[in-house]
């Protein structure tokens, strides 16, 4: 079965702290993977994609995630969190096989001044 | 730059009542993703479009009906609508992931239906 895991449904870190936010997919095919980001009452932001041109991929606002193909993982990052990065964070697949894009379950980010 | 735009941004409709969700995709895009996010959920996959012709299916109740006209916008069609009906729904459009590999979706700002 083709799937994507969220390890975490909540993660609460204080400002100026490093963020992790973990991911985990599960395939027999090469998945093409994303991380969204949504604020409340808001649309899905797009925030980086692994494009297999490296396997550390920067996105905006100091965001990075690493594919760990012996891993399945595509964990997420930030060195120093802001409160303007409280928001819901997904993680995504997709296939070239199908024509969707499977959402992890988020998790919830909350950074405490 | 162009986005997803979709209307109406808010609908109220009551219960056995119908709706229909539009979805304008950016220019050029050729698929488009129906997905539905209830309060607190993840958003779950609907049904996708490409090239007019219904390229993938998820858990889209058979009251629910979808379309992509020729100029590439869609239309979700609800009807007798239910309180769990009650949801965002996002509409999203891309470049056919087929063809092309780590193709992103571009969301739009989403409808917020609610039903009561």
């Known amino acids: 079965a083709q799937s994507v895991t969220q390890l975490d449904s909540h993660v609460s870190v204080s400002e100026g702290t490093p963020v992790l936010l973990r991911c985990n997919y599960s395939?027999?095919?090469?998945?093409?993977l994303f991380w969204y980001v949504q604020h409340p009452n808001k649309g899905l932001q797009l925030l980086l994609k692994?494009?297999?041109?490296?396997?550390l991929v920067k996105g905006i606002n100091g965001f990075e995630a690493e594919f760990k193909k012996s891993e399945t993982s595509f964990h997420l990052t930030k060195p120093s969190a802001h409160m303007s990065d409280a928001a819901e964070y997904f993680c995504?697949?997709?296939?070239?096989?199908?024509?969707?894009?499977?959402f992890g379950t988020g998790t919830s980010l909350t950074v405490i001044p | 730059a162009a986005g997803v735009i979709q209307s109406p941004r808010h609908l109220i409709k009551e219960k056995r009542e119908t709706a229909t969700l539009k979805c304008y995709p950016i220019?050029?895009?050729?698929?488009v993703y129906w997905y539905q996010q209830g309060p607190g959920q993840d958003p779950q996959f609907l049904i996708s479009?490409?090239?007019?012709?219904?390229?993938d299916k998820g858990s889209i109740p058979d009251r629910f009906s979808a379309q992509q006209f020729s100029d590439y916008h869609s239309e979700l069609n609800m009807s007798s609508l239910e309180l769990g009906d009650s949801a965002l729904y996002f509409c999203?459009?891309?470049?056919?992931?087929?063809?092309?590999?780590?193709?992103?979706?571009?969301f739009g700002q989403g409808t917020r239906l609610t039903v009561v």
């Open positions: 999203a459009s891309s470049l056919f992931p087929g063809l092309k590999a780590n193709t992103e979706a571009f």
């Open positions: 395939s027999s095919y090469s998945p093409s």
């Open positions: 692994y494009t297999s041109a490296a396997t």
């Open positions: 995504v697949v997709s296939y070239q096989t199908g024509n969707q894009f499977y």
């Open positions: 220019p050029r895009h050729d698929t």
């Open positions: 479009f490409y090239e007019k012709m219904q390229s």
